[in-house]
């Protein structure tokens, strides 16, 4: 299926991603198709049961210095020890901060996502002061600066946050199961802005990885739960919800933001006449866009472009 598939897919990053792998990693002289797609399986396959396949080996071929990982908030980083007292592993491997589960409060398993990030952090969360102690806790304990936040489109202006009482309140309704889904937005929301706070203050730099539609297929969603990789992407607007989703703090001097999307228009409309990338109402001291094309763009504060290859 896959194969008879890639013609519909002309020139799209997948169909360039899957021929450079296919060429450039394991050697395929063939254009795939449903002829030869099971002589070409087992080429693969026997491929990656060689040593030069093997993950480490991987790394030195493509002259990995750093590879940083997603980690959960209470995860414990003993994979992480290991790898760094492993004299062999010549890349460094660094985990990250991805809270996304944890300010979602209609998501299935977050009282007990919320128990547990207290318990690593060996903090009280029976109330929204300790919660947020929590998350700020263990944003220490990760070293590297990057938090990650992926999600739905960001808010526009006339999509409002929490404040801060309003979100003491949902998130006591929150623990007891009782939160509506206008609330729980609300609250997310709010966390999001926490999160940039948070980052201004430890010097993490936040990434948000908006437009993006999870867990879509239902079918896939039964059989494997969420977040297993069925994503597709959906139009997303940068030019008030990037601003809205960070709040005042939009000027702070100590923001770090990156924005990444699979929404290829935001870099090149279909109409080619405008361009929904810039300019983003940010004046942090950096803000990346990351995504579709395969070229990326780098806005300074002083908001000029610049190509990174």
């Known amino acids: 299926m896959l194969v008879r598939k890639l013609a519909s897919v002309p020139g799209t990053p997948v169909r360039y991603w899957f021929d450079s792998e296919l060429g450039e990693i394991f050697g395929v002289a063939e254009r795939p198709s449903a002829s030869n797609a099971d002589a070409l399986y087992d080429q693969i396959r026997d491929r990656l049961s060689e040593p030069s396949f093997r993950p480490q080996a991987l790394l030195d071929r493509f002259g990995i210095e750093i590879l940083a990982t997603t980690d959960d908030p209470a995860d414990d980083l003993a994979a992480h020890e290991a790898l760094g007292q492993d004299a062999s592993v010549r890349t460094r491997v660094v985990p ?4 996304d589960r944890y300010l979602e409060p209609l998501r299935s398993g ?75 937005t609300a609250f997310r929301r709010h966390m999001v802005l926490e999160m940039a706070r948070m980052s201004c203050e430890d010097g993490l730099v936040m990434t948000l990885h908006p437009g993006v539609w999870r867990n879509h297929h239902p079918e896939t ?11 597709i992407p959906v139009t997303v607007e940068f030019h008030q919800g990037a601003p809205a989703a960070v709040g005042a703090l939009r000027n702070h ?19 080619r006449t405008t361009c929904r990338l810039l300019p983003v109402g940010i004046r942090g ?15 300074s504060s002083d908001r000029s472009p610049k190509s990174l290859a």
């Open 96 to 99: 990250t901060f991805r809270p």
């Open 110 to 184: 977050w009282v007990a996502a919320v128990k547990q990030l207290g318990a690593t952090a060996n903090t009280d969360i029976g109330d929204y002061a300790g919660y947020v102690e929590a998350l700020e806790d263990r944003r220490q304990v990760l070293p590297v600066p990057r938090c990650d936040l992926i999600g739905p489109q960001p808010p526009r202006r006339d999509r409002r946050a929490a404040e801060p009482r309003e979100a003491q309140r949902i998130y006591t309704l929150a623990m007891k199961g009782a939160v509506t889904a206008q609330e729980a």
């Open 221 to 231: 969603y039964a059989r494997y739960g969420a977040d297993t990789g069925h994503d």
């Open 253 to 271: 001097p100590n923001l770090h933001l990156v924005l990444f999307t699979v929404d290829a228009d935001v870099f090149q409309p279909r109409d």
């Open 285 to 299: 001291r950096t803000l990346v866009v990351l995504g579709q094309p395969l070229r990326n763009t780098l806005v």
